[in-house]
């Protein structure tokens, strides 16, 4: 084949290619367009949109215990009737004429705000906290409120960090009889081997009162771990009872078992109030498949999360629903929780050796 013919050839296949590739990406375009144009004309349904935006600012003025001010919500379109409301699912606020008061409607179902007594980790100075030589108010349940003071907990690490630094010794041990011991206060059990004999039997004193308080606490449901009592579900403060409890076991076996980490593991793993469905992502039989993760927009999981669980509405409905990962309450992963749990998994692994 000459070289004019071979040329002509490859000018034609090279022409053709180019009308194929434009032809492609036209129809590629155009049924996008016409999918895009489709989604436009439907109907905005409660818990599917064509994407969640994350977060977006909302104006939050409801008047029903819900949060105020301004919320970081996640965005979920409602009709009613010929109206659309846009609220945020995750965040506390709502917007549209007569929306919906407040992004949470289950904000009433339980009780608002943090959670009282033992459970909240709310809990004063008590008579029988000062019967343990000075030892912290005890908080039963503790886990409750959003963790223990920062300057408590830095002292701690520095402690440990120095491997037993005078000066945050003499701190901690000030400190020390303000912490609620099943919130912050058991912390300090790290930092035994560095305490001298009278903080050590202060310590010892105060467990010697949690525990019976504990166990008074934990006999309001049948399965033996915080129960949940406010508008989240419990599961933190069971995984953070089982983390707790490890710890106090190995520094105090004669005074706390192994059963109330391996009580709690069991009850996440689905020994729990309305199903069996274990609430960490992929770990389990049957386990939590439809979450309020970040990708909660495809209906799916997050392998190793761990969600809430059940809520009571009440008076005294527990609800968890499966097939649904929209209610954030029930439902939602965050960072700090699915490190509760692996906290509490390696802990029950480590006492079933």
Sequence with gaps: MDSARLSRRLDSGISAFRLLTATTAAIVLLTRCSLWSQAAKQTPVVGKSLRYCNPLPLEAS??????????LGDVTVVRDGNLYYMF???????????????ANAAANLGT?????????????QNAAG????GAPGVGGLGGG?????DEWKATLELLIATSGGDAYKKRLAEMFPQQRFGASGWMAVRALPYMDAAFKKQFEDAVKVYVPQLDTDLAQTPFGVPPSLGTWGAAPSVADMGTRMYFLH????????????????????????VSSTSYISSIGTVSKLKAYGNNRADNTFIPGGLIPGYIIIKPDFPEAIDD???LWFENEYTIGVASKWILA?????ALAK
């Design 62 to 71: 409801s008047k029903d215990g819900s949060p105020q001010g301004v919320s």
């Design 88 to 102: 945020g699912t995750g965040g506390g606020g709502g917007f549209g004429q007569a929306g919906p008061g407040g």
């Design 112 to 124: 608002t705000g943090q959670g009282t007594g033992a459970q909240g980790g709310v809990v004063a």
């Design 130 to 133: 000062a019967a343990g030589g």
């Design 145 to 149: 409120g959003f963790g223990a003071p």
């Design 250 to 273: 190995k520094a105090f076996p004669e005074l706390v078992g192994t059963e109330y980490t391996l009580r709690a593991v069991n009850y996440l793993l689905g020994t729990h109030p």
């Design 324 to 326: 649904f990962g929209f």
């Design 345 to 349: 998994a390696n802990a029950a692994n």
